[in-house]
């Protein structure tokens, strides 16, 4: 299947600090991408969602970067709290493949308090 | 329901055993998937149900893998004559439109072959 990468398997971070996730894919057909938080012992939560016709889209505390050119996406978080730790995950869908989502290996996310 | 609800929670079976994990989905929700998230990795689809209509099975590692959804809600993965590397996370995922849209994901169920 397409690959989906994390470029950094852990990452540790103070409380209040910002918090980036990379995640590098290789489909260039890709067209709508998901960032999943995953607590342990539980199922993958959605977070944030981003359209290759955008580049750019904010949440709460969260914003997605997309850069379709080099095949990037981050995820960043701001004034990280302890809540945030977890397992991020990037999913990537191709409308013209079906409806699956492939998923990467996982960036590990631990807060400093 | 609020979520999705997979059971049994925990499964422990014995190599050779056959198993079946139950999922039930988000109430009118069309789309339904399955998981295999292996210990340390990212989530590796299995199949996927339209309504009653498994459309894409591409991902079930064996003919021991079998899935259904027979009145297009409740789905029940079958394990037959499971084996060690069996042993992972099965997770399930629905959706409500047609189309590029979210997955809601279920607690998934932690099946151990012994």
């Known amino acids: 299947g397409e690959s989906v990468g994390l470029h950094l398997p852990t990452l540790s971070v103070q409380e209040g600090d910002n918090s980036i996730i990379n995640c590098a894919y290789s489909?260039?057909?890709?067209?709508?991408f998901i960032w999943y938080k995953q607590e342990s012992g539980k199922g993958p939560q959605f977070i944030i969602d981003?359209?290759?016709?955008?580049d750019k889209r904010q949440g709460q505390r969260v914003t997605v970067l997309l850069n379709k050119t080099v095949k990037h996406l981050s995820l960043q978080i701001a004034a990280t709290q302890p809540g945030d730790s977890a397992v991020y995950f990037c999913?990537?869908?191709?409308?013209?493949?079906?409806?699956?989502?492939?998923f990467g290996t996982g960036t590990s996310l631990t807060v400093i308090p | 329901g609020a979520g999705v609800s997979q059971s049994p929670r925990y499964k422990v079976a014995k190599r050779g055993q056959d198993v079946a994990l139950r999922c039930d989905p988000i109430?009118?929700?069309?789309?339904l998937f399955w998981y295999q998230q292996a210990l340390g990795q990212g989530p590796e689809f299995l199949t996927y149900?339209?309504?009653?209509?498994?459309?894409?099975k591409s991902g079930l590692p064996s003919d021991r893998f079998f899935a259904e959804r027979p009145e297009g809600s409740v789905s029940t993965l079958k394990i037959q004559r499971t084996q060690q590397e069996d042993s992972a996370v099965y997770l399930c995922?629905?959706?409500?439109?047609?189309?590029?849209?979210?997955?809601?994901f279920g607690n998934g169920t932690r099946l151990t072959v012994t």
């Open positions: 149900f339209q309504n009653e209509a498994q459309l894409d």
């Open positions: 109430s009118g929700h069309v789309s």
């Open positions: 489909n260039s057909a890709s067209d709508y």
């Open positions: 999913a990537e869908n191709a409308w013209e493949t079906g409806n699956q989502f492939y």
């Open positions: 981003i359209r290759s016709n955008m």
């Open positions: 995922a629905s959706s409500f439109p047609l189309g590029q849209s979210p997955l809601h």
